[in-house]
């Protein structure tokens, strides 16, 4: 079975089962009316199509997860304790990260996940040179600086290990021409 089909097939699965889980009652009607709405939906509003590059890695991911729930847990921690602190308010700033993720659909995992770890926001994004500007919280000593960094780094490489490994990556053949040059 192709891939995009798996894809959609997914899609439409989630779709329904989210329709059955607003509704809250488990039916077959309620099946059969989430799938027919999922059908209309993908049908009426399709989405474009995202390049998917390389495969996934379950333990990869697995381990992405619970470093994504560490950073936030530290996070959460580190920004209540900047709000309650008896201390002057923290000193912020943009700091600019460079990665290395080929693939767009990736770029935008690392920016989901940048922007709901507490304290970082993505502000701008040079998707050509994968260049990102991220206000950050504290940046008031050299440490607050290199652990985010470092925090940045670990995501990106697990998210790398997970979806973009070397020996396993493919362009997609929708991909267009500009961002082969990258």
Known sequence: MKRSNVLRMFVLGWMTFVWVFLWGTFSVANILGG?????????LLPLPRVPVEGRVHLLSAVRLGVVIFVESIQSTVSVAWLAIRPSAQPVTGVLRCRLTIKSDLVLTLWTDIMNNIPGTMVLEIDQVRRIMYLHV??????KAVADFYRSARLIERLLIDTF????????SPWRSGTEEAI
Do not use: F, K, N
């Not at 973009?164 to 362009?171: A, F, G, I, L």
């Open 35 to 43: 799938l027919a709405v999922a059908v209309i939906i993908t049908v």
């Open 137 to 142: 919280l504290d940046v008031s000593t050299d």
């Open 164 to 171: 973009e490994r070397d020996e396993e990556w493919q362009p």
